[in-house]
């Protein structure tokens, strides 16, 4: 896959061979005549740049057709498009906060049924669906408790009952996870996180499948003008080349802070796909067979963590003596950021309705020297007044 990603040719009819895809920075192009026209017209229908891009992104995941946009929530929305009034969707109860306020505040209200199930619990999503369900929409690993979905085996019950699966894989990215290798009808990312990989630039995609479903969301990235302008659509382009690098330090410099923090008293729960710890193994518990599904979908657990303290003033306490780790939403750029998600990524969810511990802390490891992160995160550590164990002595800032 890496090798795909930096050896793709993003525009093999251009006479000049160039090395990067050209910026189509032009609102329309010009026809041959009155009655003959080119590919493009407008670019708000397509454009060279994002026909590179999309081309890419849809061989990433293996499917029939990409289409980008303009974030990842006008993605996630777009999805849902493929729902007509009467309707019913399923979505993960741990999932980002803006899907839970776009299911709840904007769909619902044209007239589709929405249900929040614990997916990775499969009788769950069996109890709930209905006659009327038409798609049961997940994250594996989820936002941000990271709950593990056994995806080959709800896509297979789900098509038996002609139910589509939709899968947002912002969290692996195709680097780490093949979704629609795994049963699923559509994928969705946020490419605002590890495909520009640097949080400067906004974009989602949605990857179909099948081309039944690829002709909907074309008509309404078209018909609602939510594409990705061609500028985004380059430094996307250019992210994904050096995504392969990001992916693999960030998530070597996970493991080894998911390992620290699972050595420290404050730490009264630990959420990280790609770590288990050694009592939960030996009582087997839903954490290891969490564990162990996972690594038979994905060949990573990415750079996305999260732990409870059992205490929301030391969890703050936390967070704000940190210096390295930068207090902010979203993920998957090269610098380390950390939240508590009831304060900002989820947010959104009325207090009546929010299921997450209050003081949860989501952290999202960047590329730096492990050294210095770990000593960051002991920094964090002595601020709560909690006793710790310190951490390896490297290098310090």
Not at 93 to 107: E, F, N, S, T, W
Not at 225 to 240: E, K, N, Q, T, V
Request: charged residues 20%; proline residues 6%; hydrophobic residues 40%.
């Amino acid at each position: 896959p890496s090798t795909a990603m930096v050896a793709f040719n993003p525009a093999p009819n251009d006479p000049f061979k160039p090395t990067s895809m050209p910026i189509y920075q032009s609102a329309t192009f010009i026809q041959p005549s009155s009655t003959d026209f080119n590919d493009y017209d407008y670019t708000r229908s397509g454009n060279p740049t994002r026909t590179a891009l999309e081309t890419l992104v849809a061989g990433m995941e293996g499917a029939h057709a990409a289409f980008a946009f303009s974030t990842g929530m006008a993605a996630l929305s777009a999805m849902t498009r493929i729902l007509q009034h009467g309707d019913e969707i399923l979505c993960n109860a741990d999932i980002y906060g803006g899907m839970y306020r776009l299911l709840g505040k904007v769909v619902a209200r044209n007239g589709v049924s929405v249900k929040f199930v614990e997916s990775w619990d499969m009788q769950n999503v069996v109890k709930a669906i209905g006659p009327n369900t038409k798609i049961v929409h997940i994250e594996s690993p989820s936002n941000p408790l990271m709950h593990v979905t056994d995806m080959r085996k709800l896509s297979k019950f789900l098509h038996s009952k002609d139910i589509l699966l939709t899968v947002d894989n912002t969290i692996l990215t195709p680097y780490l996870m093949l979704p629609l290798e795994l049963g699923a009808d559509i994928v969705v990312h946020s490419a605002t996180k590890f495909f520009g990989g640097h949080a400067d630039t906004m974009a989602g995609f949605v990857c179909c499948k099948y081309e039944k479903h690829a002709k909907i969301i074309a008509f309404h990235q078209n018909a609602e003008g939510i594409a990705l302008s061609p500028f985004d659509c380059f430094l996307i382009l250019r992210g994904i080349k050096t995504m392969p690098i990001r992916i693999d330090k960030g998530q070597s410099n996970a493991m080894k802070v998911a390992e620290f923090l699972s050595r420290q008293p404050l730490v009264k729960k630990l959420h990280y796909a790609g770590f288990l710890r050694e009592e939960d193994r030996v009582a087997n518990s839903e954490k290891a067979q969490a564990y162990a599904m996972h690594k038979t979908q994905a060949k990573g657990a990415g750079v996305l963590l999260s732990f409870e303290t059992g205490s929301l003033k030391k969890s703050q306490q936390f967070v704000d003596a940190l210096k390295l780790f930068k207090i902010t939403v979203s993920f998957g750029g090269c610098g380390s950021v950390v939240e508590m998600p009831c304060m900002l990524s989820h947010a959104s969810i009325p207090a009546d309705e929010l299921v997450l511990p209050r003081d949860l802390v989501r952290m999202s490891i960047g590329v730096e020297d492990i050294g210095d992160l770990l000593a960051d995160i002991e920094i964090g550590l002595k601020a709560t007044g909690s006793p710790f164990v310190p951490a390896p002595p490297r290098s310090r800032m």
